[in-house]
T-cell receptor
């Protein structure tokens, strides 16, 4: 069974600080997706990484896929209150179902 | 283009009852997946349907079932509800089946079992 472990599970920081969220597995994934979910809504896809070592940037968010395609990280620079939410990583192996991590609940305090 | 629509948004049931949730995918999407989300277990995969056929199934008891219609709309049914079935049920649609295809989620149905 493929598992994805996210850390930390909860993170509360002040606006303007930087943070990193990790997503780790002992399994290899062909691609990894990051979602953000806000209260009362479903998850919204932020990015998909498919190549080992790949780095993608989305404004202040930087996503990296590990060289061995077993792990990924999300780094937020100068966090803003609008970044508050539940961040989920999800791994995919070919045509199989998506496997989700437990999520990181991020709170950015003004 | 309308997004994924789930109805109802909220539902309150009592133990032993059954419930049916509905999901209308994005127009043109033929794959629909269902997930259960709870604070303790996170997002867990229930099943995936493509072209009216169940293509993948998660590790849930037989009380959880689903189906997909010819217009790609999907329903899931939970029979003999238990307290532990209280959760947010999310539906996601994609153009093709498989995890590598971008999935678009609905806002979910929040089920409370009393």
């Amino acid at each position: 069974t493929q598992l994805l472990e996210q850390s930390p599970q909860f993170l509360s920081i002040q606006e303007g600080e930087n943070l990193t969220v990790y997503c780790n597995s002992s399994s290899v994934f062909s691609s990894l997706q990051w979602y953000r979910q806000e209260p009362g809504e479903g998850p919204v896809l932020l990015v998909t990484v498919v190549t080992g070592g790949e780095v993608k940037k989305l404004k202040r968010l930087t996503f990296q896929f590990g060289d061995a395609r077993k792990d990924s990280s999300l780094h937020i620079t100068a966090a803003q209150t609008g970044d508050t939410g539940l961040y989920l990583c999800a791994g995919s192996s070919g045509a199989q179902k998506l496997v989700f991590g437990q999520g990181t609940r991020l709170t950015i305090n003004p | 283009k309308a997004g994924v629509t789930q109805t109802p948004r909220y539902l309150i049931k009592t133990r032993g009852q059954q419930v049916t949730l509905s999901c209308s995918p994005i127009s043109g999407h033929r794959s629909v997946s269902w997930y259960q989300q709870t604070p303790g277990q996170g997002l867990q995969f229930l099943f995936e349907y493509f072209s009216e056929t169940q293509r993948n199934k998660g590790n849930f008891p037989g009380r959880f079932s689903g189906r997909q219609f010819s217009n790609s709309r999907s329903e899931m049914n939970v029979s003999t509800l238990e307290l532990g079935d209280s959760a947010l049920y999310l539906c996601a649609s994609s153009f093709s089946p498989g995890g590598e295809n971008i999935q678009y989620f609905g806002a979910g149905t929040r089920l409370s079992v009393l």
